[in-house]
Each structure stands twice: as structure tokens, then as C-alpha cells.
T-cell receptor
Framework: GESVGLHLPTLSVQEGDNSIINCAYS??????FIWYKQESGKGPQFIID?????DKRQGQRVTVLLNKTVKHLSLQIAATQPGDSAVYFC?????????????FGKGTLLTVNP | DGGITQSPKYLFRKEGQNVTLSCEQN?????MYWYRQDPGQGLRLIYY???????QKGDIAEGYSVSREKKESFPLTVTSAQKNPTAFYLC??????????????FGPGTRLTVL
């Protein structure tokens, strides 16, 4: 069946370290992936997205890597700051056609220690 | 400011009552969505709409209803038929541009508690 999941439910890092959050997907037809950050009690905030014709995309302090061979997605945060503490979700929208539904993973809680 | 607003932020309901959650966007987005989030869980799609006067059921539509009379508005009604309505409800919207996908922008959410 189709699913989007995360390898690690929690991640604790020291301030200034790099963080890597992983996500696995099972739908080989997936062609669009997106990462969101959600702070407690707030709505998810867009971080970065990537389409299946790319392997890597960089933003400000964030990089998303896509490995279609093993159906794996990762989010790298450089020089992690306390403000990065949140739950991070990956989502995929890969059913093709005009279907605009997103399927979300359960999320990884990132805690940044000062 | 452009964005998505949801109201109220907190909502309390007695069992057996219907309640309606508001969602408004001024981003000129065609598509709007409702999600439910339970503690420690990801988002599950309730309903979505790609155009005015049209909407589709998501993965957990039972016990919910929606309307899309205006492009800017997509209210969600939680009916008494929904057995476990206590949750955090999130509204989102996105552009529709041909066959390409676009990120969904989320509102701040409404926390519904059934007493």
C-alpha cells in the first residue's frame, strides 16, 4: 500500500550541529515531496519541496535529498538553532493526474539543546 | 496581509451538537483542504475542494460536511455523527497550475474539544 513514514520519531541535537531528518515512502509513482515544520499549537509551515526529477534542492540552511532508488527523502538543517525545535513532517503527492492530495508522515520531533 | 485565517482558535462542544469551523483565505488559491490532527500523529485529510461549488471526500470524511460557495471560504461542519471529534483541525489552500504541484499553505488551526 501507499505510505509515507519516518525512520526516527525523535531527534535531539546540540545547538550549532547539523540535523538530518529522514522519511521513507512506498509509492514509486510519487513525484512531489514537501517538508513542513510545525511548532506546538500552530499550523504547519512550508520549508522546502522537491520534485522527482531532482535529487537535491537547497534553501536557506536546509537541504532536501531525494533517493528514488530506495524511496528515501531527507531534510538536512545546517547549524541547528533553538528556534528549529519543532515537529517536522514530510508529505508526498504522487498519484499523478490532477490529484492534489498530500499524504503526511507522522512527524519527527526535533529538540535543539542550547 | 495575505494568508489563511481560521476561527475560532478554541472551540468547545457538547456531545450531540453540530459545530462549524471557519476557514478564509485571501491568497486567491483555487484549492482548499481540511485536515484533522490527533496528538502525536500526522495530518489526515477530511475534505478538499479544487473549485467553487465542488468538493471531494478525503480519507476520513465520515461525520463531517463542507461547502464551497465562495472561492475564499471553505467552512467545515463537525456533526454529531462524528464519534471522536476532539482534535486539532487545520485548513489549507494551494494554487492549481496545470499538472504541476504546489505547496499547501496552512492556517493556524482550531482546537475542538468535546465536553
Amino acid at each position: 500500500g501507499e505510505s509515507v513514514g519516518l525512520h526516527l520519531p525523535t531527534l535531539s541535537v546540540q545547538e550549532g550541529d547539523n540535523s538530518i531528518i529522514n522519511c521513507a515512502y512506498s509509492n514509486s509513482a510519487s513525484d512531489y515531496f514537501i517538508w513542513y515544520k510545525q511548532e506546538s499549537g500552530k499550523g504547519p509551515q512550508f520549508i522546502i519541496d522537491i520534485r522527482s526529477n531532482m535529487d537535491k534542492r537547497q534553501g536557506q540552511r536546509v537541504t532536501v535529498l531525494l533517493n528514488k532508488t530506495v524511496k528515501h527523502l531527507s531534510l538536512q538543517i545546517a547549524a541547528t538553532q533553538p528556534g528549529d525545535s519543532a515537529v517536522y513532517f514530510c508529505a508526498e503527492n504522487g498519484r499523478g493526474g490532477s490529484n492534489y492530495k498530500l499524504t503526511f508522515g507522522k512527524g519527527t520531533l526535533l529538540t535543539v539543546n542550547p | 496581509d495575505g494568508g489563511i485565517t481560521q476561527s475560532p482558535k478554541y472551540l468547545f462542544r457538547k456531545e450531540g451538537q453540530n459545530v462549524t469551523l471557519s476557514c478564509e483565505q485571501n491568497l486567491n488559491h483555487d484549492a482548499m483542504y481540511w485536515y484533522r490532527q490527533d496528538p502525536g500523529q500526522g495530518l489526515r485529510l477530511i475534505y478538499y475542494s479544487q473549485i467553487v461549488n465542488d468538493f471531494q471526500k478525503g480519507d476520513i470524511a465520515e461525520g463531517y460536511s463542507v461547502s464551497r460557495e465562495k472561492k475564499e471560504s471553505f467552512p467545515l461542519t463537525v456533526t454529531s455523527a462524528q464519534k471522536n471529534p476532539t482534535a486539532f483541525y487545520l485548513c489549507a489552500s494551494s494554487k492549481i497550475s496545470g499538472m504541476s504541484y504546489n505547496e499547501q499553505f496552512f492556517g493556524p488551526g482550531t482546537r475542538l474539544t468535546v465536553l
